[in-house]
């Protein structure tokens, strides 16, 4: 592989991150009934519209994110190594949670909103954790190593105000939190990004 090959996948794998912001931000701007501090960002689903903006948000992240993957095989990681598989689980989890839309605020949880759910616990499980294994064989990761653990708190943390001993006293401020949750998350994978522009130990 020629390195102009290998300099061009995490090139490209950070445009396609960046480009995949841009549904996101739009859901924000247009979808004006959504509260971002209360409403959870799968909410974005139920306003006119939003349905396709958000699919093209998860879909655009689930791809940038297995373009990301592509530039760590390009750079050297085993095809399968936990972090490869890690960061496919990821992607794979966007895609189910997109096709399985959440249920409205209050109404009884369907097929759909359950697996919605547990597609989301594994995403926010797995990327973090993937991040923090490519840190600790590529020590001089930094950036990777602290987003990862900062990510994997915030997941849990996450994840933990979705129990029913406290779903009911974080509701005000929960759509705020997976947003903080989520810019954790983008900046970990364009960290993650950065260090597929040299070769990973195998």
Do not use: N
């Not at 090139?11 to 480009?19: E, I, R, S």
């Not at 373009?67 to 972090?83: D, F, I, T, W």
């Not at 697996?115 to 926010?124: E, I, K, S």
């Not at 974080?170 to 364009?190: D, H, I």
Request: hydrophobic share 55%; proline share 7%.
């Amino acid at each position: 592989m020629t390195r102009k090959a290998m300099a061009t996948a995490p090139m490209l794998a950070g445009f396609a991150l960046a480009f995949s912001l841009v549904p996101i931000l739009l859901l924000h701007v247009v979808a004006g009934e959504i509260d971002p501090v209360r409403d959870v960002i799968s909410d974005y689903v139920f306003p006119p519209g939003g349905a396709v903006l958000l699919a093209a948000a998860s879909l655009g992240l689930a791809a940038a994110s297995l373009a990301v993957r592509h530039a760590l095989l390009k750079q050297g990681l085993p095809k399968g190594s936990p972090e490869s598989v890690l960061i496919a689980l990821w992607a794979a989890g966007l895609v189910v949670a997109t096709f399985f839309p959440t249920d409205p605020t209050g109404v009884e949880t369907s097929f759909s909103g359950a697996v919605h759910r547990y597609a989301g616990a594994a995403m926010f499980v797995c990327l973090p954790l993937a991040g923090w294994l490519l840190a600790r064989r590529r020590p001089e990761a930094t950036a990777v190593r602290w987003l990862s653990l900062a990510s994997g708190a915030a997941s849990l943390a996450f994840l933990l105000a979705h129990l029913p001993l406290l779903e009911q006293s974080v509701p005000e401020f929960l759509g705020l939190f997976e947003r903080v949750l989520y810019a954790l998350l983008y900046a970990q994978l364009f960290a993650i990004t950065a260090t597929a522009r040299t070769e990973v130990p195998a």
